[in-house]
């Protein structure tokens, strides 16, 4: 009786808390913005491999937090850790140290805080193809010139959108990111 107790207390409690857990791709070649979340305590960061290669998610020494994965080796590969902690904790893939992140843990934040905080885009200046990442899933993006005219729009891929801006002339842009009500502009140079 005292485990099924203690299985709804602490379903009643991430209920209560808003806890939110959010998903890395984690493969070769990703970008460090990308795989380095601004969330609050209590929320879980959940590493997806994005490719078979042998990959693990430690802690690196003098971080807020400690985990390990452990090597894994699987495309469904995942591992989750829920962070209890304020602070910061770099960590990386110890068979291939490129592959590297950090968790920036802070008290409370804002649902729209953390959709700004946590939008990523590259490369900034983009030739052909930007690409825009957000723990949030994206509904849709328009691009403005800077006189404000819409030159571009188009319906967000989940968390990870490729937005074609070869056609666009050289020059700044705005691109306006819509997820869930929440919206943000991003200002990006065209070469």
Do not use: C
Not at 16 to 38: D, K, R
Not at 54 to 82: C, H, R
Not at 155 to 179: E, H, P
């Amino acid at each position: 009786m005292k485990k099924i107790t203690l299985f709804f207390f602490f379903i009643s409690m991430n209920i209560l808390t808003g806890q939110n857990v959010f998903e890395i791709a984690w493969g070769q070649g990703i970008n460090e913005s990308v795989a380095s979340p601004t969330i609050e305590v209590g929320d879980t960061v959940s590493w997806h491999w994005a490719d078979a290669s042998q990959k693990s998610v430690s802690a690196l020494p003098n971080g807020t937090e400690n985990f390990d994965s452990g090597a894994l080796k699987s495309i469904n590969s995942e591992f989750s850790y829920t962070f209890s902690k304020p602070g910061v904790t770099e960590y990386q893939n110890d068979s291939d140290p490129s592959m590297h992140g950090k968790v920036t843990v802070v008290a409370k934040l804002s649902t729209e805080d953390k959709f700004i905080k946590n939008l990523n885009f590259f490369p900034n200046p983009v030739k052909n193809d930007l690409t825009i990442s957000s723990l949030f899933k994206i509904d849709n993006y328009q691009i403005y010139n800077v006189l404000g005219t819409l030159v571009s729009e188009g319906k967000g891929a989940g968390n990870y959108t490729q937005v074609d801006m070869s056609r666009l002339n050289s020059g700044l842009y705005f691109v306006k990111v819509t997820s869930n009500g929440m919206q943000t502009t991003l200002k990006i140079a065209k070469k």
